[in-house]
Every structure is written in structure tokens, then in C-alpha cells.
């Protein structure tokens, strides 16, 4: 299983979503990690499952939130781009790559 890292702009927008879901509602923040927390488990251990996306990324699609995780293997260790909402425009994140 390949350890993952985060873009550092990925890493606060996870952050922004998880406060998000934690000040809605408790259950709302919890059944958020609950398919993002696997999500990022089966990226790790299958990563070349998922379908090439922009700019040489891949895109994980969670099913029950508007997100994708966007993602680039490396030698080493897998970069998270991003956590794209599905209304946001496709790519914005293309500088991070």
C-alpha cells in the first residue's frame, strides 16, 4: 500500500470541507469521513483502478458527496491534488500539478 501526501492546497481544502460538514451536524461530518477516510484507503491500495482524468491526474468519484479526489501517483507515495466539489470548474487545480 503506497502512503499518500497532500498537495498543500488540498490539504486545506479538506479541511474547510471537514469543518463544513462538522458544524452542519456531527452525524453529517461523520458519514463524510466515512466515505472519504475509505476512499482514500482503496486509492491507496489499488491506485491504478481509477480512470486518468486532467492533466495526467486520476479522479476517485465519492458517491454519496459532491466531490472528487484528485490524485497523481508518484515513485513513492501518492499526491491528493485535490478534493474538487462538482460544481467548481474541471482543472482549477491544474497549477498544483
Same mark, same amino acid.
Given at each position: 500500500m503506497k502512503p499518500y501526501f497532500y498537495h498543500p492546497e488540498a490539504d486545506i481544502e479538506v479541511q474547510e470541507i471537514e469543518d463544513y460538514y462538522f458544524l452542519r451536524s456531527i452525524d453529517a461530518y461523520q458519514m463524510f469521513l466515512n466515505e472519504f477516510l475509505p476512499a482514500i484507503e482503496k486509492i491507496q491500495q489499488h491506485p491504478n483502478r481509477y %480512470?486518468? +482524468?486532467l492533466h495526467y491526474t486520476q479522479r476517485f468519484v465519492l458517491q !454519496?458527496? %459532491? +466531490?472528487? #479526489? #484528485? +490524485?497523481? !501517483? !508518484?515513485?513513492?507515495? #501518492? !499526491?491528493i491534488i485535490a478534493l474538487a466539489h462538482a460544481s467548481r470548474r474541471p482543472g482549477y487545480w491544474r497549477k498544483r500539478t
Open positions: %480512470p486518468g +482524468y !454519496q458527496f %459532491p +466531490y472528487s #479526489i #484528485i +490524485y497523481r !501517483q !508518484q515513485l513513492d507515495a #501518492i !499526491q
